[in-house]
Nanobody, 115 residues
Framework: QVQLVESGGGLVQAGGSLRLSCAAS????????MAWYRQAPEKQRELVAT???????NYADSVKGRFTISRHNAENTVYLQMDSLKPEDTAVYYC?????????WGQGTQVTVSS
């Protein structure tokens, strides 16, 4: 079983920065991919960024140029550096990991951007 634990969320003013972290623990091998999703109130969960062994790094158009995903493979940790934050980035951010072709989710961390 794999557990994903996020940290780093919080309240920030528009234009500010936050860095999210997600660490995998349990019976883990090297992740096939790790990603960040987000879900705003009354909206569907959407992909923010992904780092895959097969597909490389990809971003949602809405965050390109502002967010950066990175992985520390030896520690099965993924980060999301968020710069130039906007109020519309407000959401619960979820870590997602694919280990041995099974998908796991973290519990989510709240990011709130004030205008």
């Amino acid at each position: 079983q794999v557990q994903l634990v996020e940290s780093g969320g919080g309240l920030v003013q528009a234009g500010g920065s936050l860095r999210l972290s997600c660490a995998a623990s349990g019976s883990v091998s090297r992740a096939i991919s790790m990603a960040w999703y987000r879900q705003a109130p009354e909206k569907q969960r959407e992909l923010v960024a992904t780092d895959s062994n097969t597909g490389g790094i990809n971003y949602a158009d809405s965050v390109k140029g502002r967010f950066t995903i990175s992985r520390h493979n030896a520690e099965n940790t993924v980060y999301l550096q968020m710069d130039s934050l906007k109020p519309e980035d407000t959401a619960v951010y979820y870590c997602n990991g694919n280990f041995n072709w099974r998908t796991y989710w973290g519990q989510g961390t709240q990011v709130t951007v004030s205008s």
